[in-house]
């Protein structure tokens, strides 16, 4: 069985053979013609010298069939003695005659080498005819056929692996959610009975923390298979308030930094969603830095877009791979999963209409992932 990629490469391959084949054997059928075309206007200028020579072992009738045979090839018979010209198979208009065939000798001249009728100190100029001009258009028509053929193929299977991967991110997503319901139910329930024991109180409460925790997460994963609902709010209380809670939660040898405008930046997001996106890239930092750095936070505004970077002192992206690790099943964690950069792309591109890519990245000195986003008056 062949994967899309497989069978997109394959067909690629095919058409692209098709196309270039179809090139050279129109190419090959095009020489011949205008071989054959040339050797006509050479026995048409050899008819025309027997025509006036007049001799009597000349077959009259065969000269006249001959010259009057051209009935598709544009020609100009130019007597360089009396500058008299004659055209055969070419709209002349009714004025200005002798200027046009000047013009169109130039033109012929260029394209095909003139036929010299020496008895007469004539020249014949002649051009390809309508046939064979349109044979030299046929292939490149053809190529833009193919091409175009190709390009809608790639569409439709483009469209429908996006088609189901939506639908899988939605199962996934809900079934997810649903299967965390009961387990969070029952924890609340333990936490209300642990309140009505003598527990020590700070425990209860950073247990009610991570339960909450749980809920947001179960919450997230149910707005993924949802319409999005999105509200208003200030980007810079959104991170400050996700790195709160990681802040207790990841290693205290890393550090955060946070460049941020004094004035408010107002964005419309999904909370829930975005936060999902700030917990993600920050766990994903403090992993490639070992549990041992800094991360950096930075928030710019640029017209009516709002820019936030997170830069990390990691190990850094190789160029190779900086497309890669938004591939859902990418990973290079030996347990990974390889869906987390995934979501994040997801949830940053089709519910919040923003960007996320590698702003940049130096191997040892870390690297520095840019959202974009627009901005909310």
């Known amino acids: 069985m062949f994967s899309r990629k497989n069978l997109s490469s ?38 025309a010298e027997s025509m006036s020579r007049d001799e009597n072992d000349v077959d009259m009738s065969l000269v006249l069939s001959i010259l009057q045979g051209n009935s598709s090839i544009p020609a100009i018979l130019h007597d360089e003695k009396s500058g008299r010209m004659e055209s055969h198979n070419i709209r002349l208009p009714k004025e200005d005659t002798a200027t046009l065939l000047r013009e169109k000798m130039v033109q012929f001249s260029r394209r095909h080498e003139p036929v010299r009728l020496n ?14 001009k349109l044979l030299q258009l046929f292939p490149f028509i053809q190529f833009f056929v193919i091409a175009l053929f190709v390009a ?3 569409f439709a299977l483009n469209r429908s692996q996006r088609a189901e991967q939506n639908s899988l991110w939605v199962g996934l997503s809900k079934e997810t959610a649903h299967q965390l319901g009961t387990p969070i139910s029952s924890l609340v329930a333990w936490t209300e009975y642990l309140k009505l024991k003598d527990v020590d109180a700070s425990l209860v409460v950073e247990i009610e ?21 999105m509200q208003v709010t200030d980007l810079r209380e959104e991170v400050k308030e996700t790195l709160s809670y990681l802040g207790k939660r990841l290693s205290n040898k890393i550090t955060f930094s946070l460049l941020f405008p004094s004035e408010p930046v107002m964005v419309s997001i999904n909370k829930p969603l975005f936060g999902w996106v700030i917990e993600n890239l920050t766990k994903n930092a403090a992993d490639a830095m070992w549990g041992r750095g800094a991360i950096t936070f930075g928030i710019t505004v640029k017209n009516n ?24 099943g990418y990973t290079t964690k030996v347990r990974g999963w390889g869906l987390g950069l995934a979501l994040v792309k997801r949830i940053v591109e089709v519910h919040h209409k923003g960007e996320i890519f590698v702003l940049k ?13 627009r901005k909310t008056e």
């Open 10 to 47: 394959l067909f690629v391959i095919l058409a692209t053979f098709a196309g270039v084949l179809s090139l050279l054997l129109s190419g090959m059928l095009v020489k011949e013609l205008s071989r054959e075309e040339r050797q006509k206007m050479e026995i048409w200028a050899k008819a």
């Open 119 to 132: 008895e007469l100190d004539q020249t014949l100029y002649f051009d390809d005819s309508n046939t064979l």
């Open 152 to 154: 809608l193929a790639f």
């Open 209 to 229: 923390k991570d339960i909450n925790r749980l809920q947001m997460i179960a919450e997230r994963f149910a707005r993924i298979g949802s319409v999005t609902e």
């Open 305 to 328: 877009r709002v820019l936030l970077d997170v830069s990390d002192s990691g190990k850094g992206i190789p160029r190779a791979n900086q497309k890669k690790i938004f591939t859902p």
């Open 361 to 373: 990245s130096e191997t040892g000195k870390g690297a520095t992932f840019r959202i974009v986003l």
